[in-house]
């Protein structure tokens, strides 16, 4: 049988030595698939089979709002919203994360720049240890007294990509001050996030991209926060032994309450939290593997 096979390939190959074109468009037409394949295999997993990398993936989830009349789900809050949510009993810790793109004048060039705004606890929420100095404290994320307003330097991260690009992984960076568009005083960088740090969302936030050059803290007024337009994406981490029901019930009855004490809020919204597959939408969450979160992925079996 061996001396059989090793005839065969002894053919074969005299026969691909005596074709020299066939032979080299047979091997580029394999290389090409077999790259292709390789390549939309990388970009799938990436994409859709790996599970993120947060801690208690099974109980991160993403808060949304639904227009009841309409059925039309919306991932945007407010401040007041923000603070209601914290007030369900079956949620661990709820942050929140808007963003945007702004001008960096420090150097001899501008930049423009993708920013994001994150309330105090998100990176501790989904386990981002600074690899420098440190993240946000609950105390920056309240906003100064009228009278500290003028000397004010608001606390700045950078990702780990930014700071290695634009300051060349300066390691004396913490306390330095960033220049900025419209910015009269300049922020001071506090810290600096692992390597390859995102914020994967719904797609509907304010967020330019998953992973901002930039992070600043999201100031809110616990004693009077905004209860007029939406533009934080709220993020939660359910308690242990928490389900998804029972969280639902919770931010339904929440916002039911402040639909009725706040006559500001957009008529006919009620909070839940959301999970949709990228194949069929439904309500509710469950583990899956989609980076489109709504509840974030865990395995690829569970996804709808």
């Known amino acids: 049988m061996l001396a059989d096979l090793w005839r065969d390939v002894r053919l074969a190959l005299r026969g691909l030595r005596s074709a020299p074109v066939f032979t080299l468009v047979a091997v580029l037409t394999l290389a090409v ?37 309409r059925g039309i789900p919306f991932y945007l809050a ?12 079956g949620f661990q810790e ?45 105390a920056e994320g309240v906003p100064p007294a009228p009278s500290q307003r003028a000397s004010y330097s608001a ?39 692992p390597k390859g740090f995102r914020v994967v969302t719904s797609g509907q936030s304010e967020l330019a991209t998953d992973h901002p050059d930039v992070w600043f803290v999201w100031l809110i007024d616990p004693t009077s926060p905004r209860r007029t337009g939406y533009d934080l994406y ?39 939290t959301w999970f949709r597959s990228r194949r069929t939408p439904a309500p509710g969450c469950a583990p899956c593997s989609s980076r489109s979160w709504e509840r974030l992925p865990s395995s690829s079996s569970s996804r709808a």
């Open 78 to 89: 407010n401040p007041a919203d923000l603070i209601d949510y914290r007030g369900a009993k």
């Open 155 to 193: 606390p700045v991260v950078l990702s780990y990509e930014f700071w290695t690009r634009r300051f060349g992984a300066d390691p004396n960076i913490i306390g330095r001050t960033l220049h900025f568009e419209y910015s009269a005083r300049g922020p001071t960088v506090v810290g600096v996030l």
């Open 33 to 69: 698939g077999i790259g292709a394949n390789t390549a939309v295999f990388s970009v799938l997993h990436a994409l859709v089979l790996a599970p993120l990398p947060y801690p208690h993936l099974d109980r991160l989830v993403a808060i949304r709002k639904e227009l009841v009349k």
């Open 234 to 272: 709220t993020l939660g981490k359910l308690k242990p032994g928490v389900t998804i029901a029972q969280a639902n019930k919770q931010i339904g009855a929440i916002s039911t309450g402040s639909r009725s004490t706040s006559p500001s809020t957009r008529p006919g919204a009620r909070g839940r």
């Open 94 to 138: 709820v942050e929140a994360v808007p963003g945007g793109t702004l001008d960096l004048t420090n150097g001899a060039e501008p930049e423009r720049i993708s920013y994001g705004l994150a309330t105090p606890g998100l990176f501790a929420m989904l386990g981002a240890t600074p690899v420098l100095g440190r993240a946000f404290t609950k």
